[in-house]
């Protein structure tokens, strides 16, 4: 079973902004030092995820745990932002889930040398001394997966969760064909 950690998102406004006038409107929701970064960040609350806003109005959101959480913080941004006037109702262009960064646990301890030539060497990364795990890359999923000798895996680069789901499922398989685990 896997479990997302990081579900980020990307939209757009159909429109510019000038992000020091909307910081003020915005209060302590909003932090930005054009001199630090070009973005404005929006917390929602405390612990919610984290909105960076630019002049250009494209927007990330990123740190949701889910994707229904994804999307809750979307409508809420839109919502603060369409309160005071600063976007129109039809102003959001698009929004998109763009990655999910998914745990899982493959195994107790694996042994990543056998693991890299059991999976393949040209889909396999593995230099123990520049990264402690194993980085696999299977041409027929568009994510990548981090093993740790550990057991557990991170699966990362995809916008579908059935695919990182795919990808965790067949490096269960391949672990018990080459009775890795």
Same mark, same amino acid.
């Given at each position: 079973?896997?479990?997302i950690?990081?579900?980020?998102g990307?939209?757009s406004?159909d429109?510019?902004?000038d992000?020091?006038?909307?910081?003020?409107?915005?209060?302590s929701l909003?932090?930005?030092d054009?001199e630090k970064y070009?973005?404005m960040?929006?917390?929602?609350s405390e612990?919610?995820p984290l909105?960076?806003?630019y002049?250009t109005?494209?927007?990330?959101?990123t740190?949701?745990?889910s994707i229904?959480?994804?999307y809750d913080v979307k409508e809420?941004?839109?919502d603060?932002l369409?309160?005071?006037?600063?976007?129109?109702?039809?102003?959001?262009?698009?929004?998109?889930?763009?990655?999910l960064?998914c745990? !899982?646990?493959l195994g +107790?301890?694996?042994?990543?040398? *056998?693991l890299a030539?059991? =999976?393949?060497? $040209?889909q396999?990364e593995?230099?123990?001394?520049q990264?402690?795990?194993?980085?696999?890359?299977?041409?027929d999923f568009e994510?990548?997966?981090?093993i740790?000798?550990?057991g557990?895996?991170?699966? !990362?680069?995809?916008? +579908?969760?059935e695919?990182a789901? *795919?990808?965790?499922d067949? =490096?269960?398989? $391949?672990?018990?064909r080459?009775q890795?685990?």
């Amino acid at each position: 079973m896997i479990e997302i950690v990081n579900a980020v998102g990307s939209g757009s406004f159909d429109r510019e902004f000038d992000l020091s006038v909307i910081a003020e409107d915005l209060g302590s929701l909003a932090d930005f030092d054009e001199e630090k970064y070009p973005g404005m960040y929006v917390r929602l609350s405390e612990d919610s995820p984290l909105a960076t806003i630019y002049r250009t109005g494209k927007f990330i959101i990123t740190g949701a745990d889910s994707i229904d959480e994804l999307y809750d913080v979307k409508e809420e941004l839109v919502d603060i932002l369409t309160e005071p006037g600063i976007v129109l109702e039809g102003d959001l262009e698009w929004f998109r889930l763009q990655n999910l960064v998914c745990t !899982t646990v493959l195994g +107790d301890k694996l042994n990543l040398s *056998a693991l890299a030539i059991g =999976l393949g060497l $040209e889909q396999t990364e593995y230099e123990p001394e520049q990264f402690p795990g194993l980085i696999y890359r299977n041409p027929d999923f568009e994510c990548v997966a981090l093993i740790f000798s550990t057991g557990k895996a991170v699966i !990362t680069g995809s916008s +579908d969760l059935e695919e990182a789901e *795919a990808v965790a499922d067949f =490096l269960e398989e $391949e672990l018990s064909r080459l009775q890795l685990n």
